[in-house]
């Protein structure tokens, strides 16, 4: 079966027509294609579908996208301000402490000194503090890279390598049969310079695109298989005269 993502560019306006049957063998129609993907789950593999490879239909929910990607980086936001709030708690007691008495002892130094580097820790951890607002511009540069990106070279895009003891993780692109992708290139569809970009937003870039990636990946897993089954309910329906 051809891969989901390039029937799904049949559900866009077109001239030809694709749904001819070949030698007695039923072909996928365009409202097989169609019912496939109201199939996939509702959430954010779907919408992220659409979104990669049939944007005519996605573009008339935009609003669906907007909220799914909202609530997946909601969670995540808010445990990076919890723990935030706890290492900066964490270092105003340990100041506190030491001037309790009027005496500072070394222990007491030593804490204030733990504190301020696990506050520093978690603040290179946090995303920058205008994610929210840069979030429009960071998820259409992930989906314009996830509906563009080329496969990995060295698997084919198979995301895996044959090996003596049989296939294993492509260690070229770590199993997800994508092509590597420059940070200049990132840091261009951010409109950001590529230091700022290694700085501040490599890290929310890559944990959102891993996360979609995910999302698009289990959605087309799941159309694929609702498309096989449409193939095999066809194959077996008596023929019509």
Request: charged letters at 25%; aromatic letters at 4%.
């Amino acid at each position: 079966m051809n891969n989901v993502r390039e029937l799904m560019a049949r559900l866009g306006p077109s001239t030809v027509k694709f749904d001819t049957g070949r030698g007695g063998t039923p072909d996928l129609t365009n409202q097989d294609i169609a019912a496939a993907l109201g199939m996939v789950p509702a959430g954010l593999g779907r919408e992220l579908l659409e979104a990669c490879w049939w944007p005519d239909g996605a573009a008339l929910r935009r609003h669906r996208l907007r909220d799914a990607v909202i609530a997946l980086v909601t969670p995540e936001l808010r445990r990076q301000q919890r723990k935030l709030a706890d290492a900066r708690t964490d270092l105003g007691l340990a100041e506190v402490c030491m001037g309790w008495t009027g005496s500072v002892t070394a222990e007491q130094r030593a804490e204030r000194d733990r504190a301020a580097h696990r506050l520093g820790q978690v603040k290179a951890q946090c995303w920058p503090i205008s994610t929210l607002e840069s979030l429009p511009t960071l998820a259409s540069a992930v989906i314009g890279e996830m509906s563009t990106r080329e496969g990995c070279t060295k698997c084919h895009g198979r995301g895996t390598s044959q090996t003596g003891k049989g296939p294993e993780v492509c260690p070229s692109c770590s199993g997800s049969g994508l092509g590597a992708i420059s940070d200049r290139r990132r840091a261009a569809a951010l409109g950001r310079d590529e230091s700022t970009y290694r700085e501040r937003w490599r890290g929310v870039y890559e944990w959102l695109l891993a996360r979609m990636l995910d999302a698009e990946q289990g959605a087309a897993a799941h159309m694929g298989r609702a498309l096989t089954g449409s193939t095999e309910d066809r194959q077996c329906s008596p023929a019509t005269s």
